[in-house]
RNA sequence: GCCAGAGUAGCUCAGCUGGUUAGAGCGCCGCACUCAUAACGCGGAGGUCGGCGGUUCAAGUCCGCCCUUUGGUACCA
């Protein structure tokens, strides 16, 4: 069997609600889920929950509850949005269920026993309010702020794992990769960070400072912590330690946000595979964040507007549409209000939904809903077909370059001159005149119109499936499968009998 | 401080390895049309491509310096 192509999220910390930021992730790879599918290719899709760590068990105690109700809460609240967002992942991995520990638990033990996992004394100054160890750049003109109470330097014995001997493989392997990080620049940043010595990392919290974890296979005293928790969910999802996991790992792509790019993901985890004796994922794709002027968007900044309720009065197509036009992926976008208005009334509305709109109106009322023969070639069908053909392939080469909102441009490029071919054919003078060359052009000017169109929803289905889907009902067609033998011009649609004309995206 | 991204029309952005009068969408102003969600189509105004200097026959496009802005600098998508 063909190996699947194995797309990973972040998984979520479950501290706090969902918002656009997570929301955008998902969006982005179910987008890059649904390209690769389209392009035939067998897929596995996993998304999931980081429950494990103080803030989780900080937070679970403030509320009077146990760490795990907690999780489950927030869980259900992050599945609910894959839901809403109509995420096509194929698997949820929670880091607190049995299969991820059973995992972590073994991998700490096999490093522990080829000697890559060591005891050693942490040094250092730890706040009992903060219940965290502080570092240099905590001090504030050289103090340490009144928020963390009383700090005393004291020493905790640790188990570290040995990051700093993979260095010089780490650096190499990343000069010599020109693809493993995505957009190319942030490598530079990554091999920048690498210039400075690693340290090895520590990778255990005592029980006693931290019950909310993995036990440590070999010190029942300890639990592990962050990063070989929560990063090895990749490998527990592909099903490590069962037969599936060759069909699965490597990971083809891991999509992540730029703030868990260095060092979590391109350097600690490359190593910790590394060391492991398990292959690198092959590909990186780090996102930018969504801004609101120039801010960082987080739930503390108390938005006027939450950019999530734009799901629930302008439908997940529409915001799908939106975050995906909008970003460039890899650098940061500002989100506004007005954007989203001005691309849900023109984009959408105007250019796309209007022309549904007239084109079945006037095939209901011009042909009976039937989609006619096509008999002419003259100079405007030749000219549309181009155009669909240049769509098509810039279109599709955007879309596997990660560009989705050029890949867009192009497409709505299309659309738009599927308006414009409707002016130069004029129908609805046609319709009016009984001269069968006139009659020739309708027919012909309506079958053109339907296939471009057919055309435009197949291609813009990763981003907007619930549109496509729809349309394609009208159509009498399924879902596309395949754009190898979708994007076809060809017509197949010549006799069939149309749905009714739908409004797909109402104008309040 | 160091590293990186961004700085192109009012707004959001395209402009690959340097090469004709710098492009798109939105917004604005006109025209036209009436099939359609008062939608679509056409035309127009609007830019010394952050600044200075350099390389070159030729530079938003390469080099240097500077300015503005965002992010990173060991655990918030």
């Not at 760590?53 to 869980?75: H, M, N, S, T, W």
């Not at 309708?442 to 296939?451: A, D, R, S």
Request: hydrophobic share 40%; aromatic share 12%; net charge negative.
């Amino acid at each position: 069997m063909k190996k699947a192509f194995y797309l990973t999220t972040a998984i979520d910390y479950a501290n706090g609600s969902p918002h656009l930021g997570h929301a955008y992730e998902k969006i982005l790879a179910d987008v890059i889920i649904r390209t690769k599918k389209l392009n035939g290719m067998p897929t596995h899709f996993v998304t999931g929950l980081d429950e494990h760590g103080q803030k989780v068990q900080q937070g679970a105690d403030k509320e009077g509850i146990l760490p795990k109700e907690r999780c489950d809460r927030i869980a259900q609240e992050f599945k609910n949005l894959l839901v809403t967002l109509n995420i096509s992942n194929d698997d949820y991995i929670r880091t607190t269920e049995p299969r991820h520990k059973n995992v972590v638990s073994s991998l700490l033990q096999d490093l522990f026993n080829r000697g890559e996992i060591y005891q050693a004394e942490y040094k250092g100054f730890y706040s009992t309010r903060a219940e965290q160890f502080l570092q240099e750049k905590d001090k504030v003109n050289g103090k340490w702020p009144e928020i963390y109470g009383d700090v005393t330097e004291i020493t905790e014995s640790n188990y570290f794992f040995k990051l700093s001997k993979y260095q010089d493989w780490l650096i190499k392997f990343l000069e010599e990769s020109d693809d493993f990080i995505v957009p190319s620049f942030r490598k530079n940043q990554v091999i920048e960070f690498l210039r400075e010595p690693l340290n090895d990392l520590c990778i255990s919290r005592p029980k006693e400072r931290l019950a909310w974890g993995i036990p440590l296979p070999f010190d029942k005293n300890y639990v592990t912590y962050v990063w070989f928790d929560a990063l090895v969910n990749y490998v527990t999802a592909a099903g490590y330690g069962n037969e599936e996991f060759k069909d699965l790992w490597p990971a083809d792509l891991h999509v992540i946000g730029k703030d868990i790019l260095a060092p979590p993901h391109a350097v600690y985890w490359p190593i910790m595979l590394k060391a492991s004796n398990l292959p690198l994922p092959k590909q990186i794709l780090a996102h930018g964040w969504w801004m609101s002027s120039g801010e960082k968007m987080s739930k503390s900044t108390g938005e006027v507007v939450d950019p999530l309720s734009l799901v629930e009065q302008r439908g997940v197509d529409a915001f799908r549409y939106f975050v995906m036009r909008e970003m460039t992926v890899g650098q940061d976008a500002d989100f506004s209000l007005e954007r989203f208005e001005s691309r849900y009334k023109t984009d959408l509305g105007n250019d796309l939904g209007n022309l549904v709109s007239r084109l079945f109106h006037m095939t209901a009322t011009y042909e009976k809903g039937v989609v006619p023969k096509v008999e002419l070639n003259e100079e405007f069908e030749q000219k549309i077909k181009t155009n669909f053909e240049a769509a098509k392939e810039k279109a599709l080469e955007h879309f596997n370059a990660f560009q989705f909102n050029q890949g867009l441009e192009q497409i709505f490029i299309f659309i738009r001159s599927i308006n414009k071919y409707a002016d130069e054919r004029t129908p609805w003078k046609l319709a009016k005149s009984d001269l069968s060359e006139d009659r020739q052009k309708l027919k012909t000017c309506l079958g053109v119109m339907v296939e471009s169109l057919r055309l435009a929803i197949q291609m813009i289905a990763p981003v907007m499936p619930g549109v496509h889907e729809k349309v394609n009902q009208l159509f009498g067609l399924p879902a596309c499968e395949n754009w190898k033998t979708a994007l076809e011009w060809d017509f197949r649609l010549e006799g069939k009998t149309l749905g009714e004309k739908i409004i797909l995206f109402p104008r309040d």
